[in-house]
């Protein structure tokens, strides 16, 4: 009841009960664009390309343990954010590898690259890698499939060639070591976003 004439008033009325309420709070990173793939991939070796931040590679699998942030500019007027996601494995959803519980933060964002493996580690296809990745998202949480993708494959400069045929969405070859292709992935990506460089 308190107002700029009658600061400390004489008026009340009765209380009522408190009301208890138990909250789940759930943190989602805020980005426009995640990278997922499986071990070996080039995940952070691709953020580290694109946004020049200092995510931690290895030649060991699960180098990455929590996501990690980085951005750069696409334009005058535009900055992209990049979520580096620890590498998904078969059956991540069981709890194998490190589980899945950090695909969280990928519910924000609008576009999914899926980092796939040129060099096939174990025979494994670039199809195969990309259906593990898929099956993983949607045992997590199947609005992710819902979300704009790009297929990129890493490590083309160790490989004779890889084909494209057979991949509904937008199909890149970079090296993420050479740093060849990314101009390309980057139009991309800024198409996928609606992002204008005039």
Same mark, same amino acid.
């Given at each position: 009841?308190?107002?700029?004439? *009658? ?9 009522? /009960?408190?009301? &208890?309420? &138990? ?35 290895? #030649?060991?699998?699960?180098? =990455? ?7 750069? /500019? ?25 589980? *899945? ?15 796939? *493996? ?6 494994? =296809?670039?199809? *195969? ?11 997590? /949480?199947?609005?992710?499939? #819902? ?36 101009? &390309? ?14």
């Amino acid at each position: 009841f308190a107002t700029p004439q *009658n600061r400390v008033p004489q008026q009340w009325e009765p209380g009522k /009960d408190g009301v &208890e309420l &138990e909250v789940d709070l759930l943190f989602s990173m805020p980005a426009e664009v995640a990278v997922i793939g499986l071990p070996g991939s080039g995940k952070s070796a691709l953020v580290r390309a694109l946004t020049r931040s200092k995510t931690e590679s290895g #030649e060991f699998d699960f180098t =990455t343990r929590r996501p990690r942030l980085g951005a750069y /500019d696409e334009g005058p007027a535009a900055r992209v954010r990049i979520i580096d996601m620890p590498a998904l494995v078969e059956r991540s959803s069981d709890g194998k590898g490190i589980g *899945n519980r950090f695909l969280v933060h990928m519910l924000r964002v609008k576009t999914i690259l899926f980092l796939l *493996n040129a060099e096939k580690p174990g025979g494994m =296809t670039l199809k *195969n890698q990309y259906n593990i990745l898929l099956a993983e998202l949607a045992a997590f /949480d199947d609005s992710l499939l #819902e979300k704009t993708r790009v297929v990129v494959f890493n490590k083309t400069d160790l490989v004779k060639s890889a084909s494209k045929r057979g991949f509904a969405d937008p199909v890149v070859s970079i090296s993420a070591t050479n740093l060849s292709g990314l101009d &390309e992935l980057k139009g991309i990506i800024a198409n996928q976003l609606g992002i204008s460089n005039s």
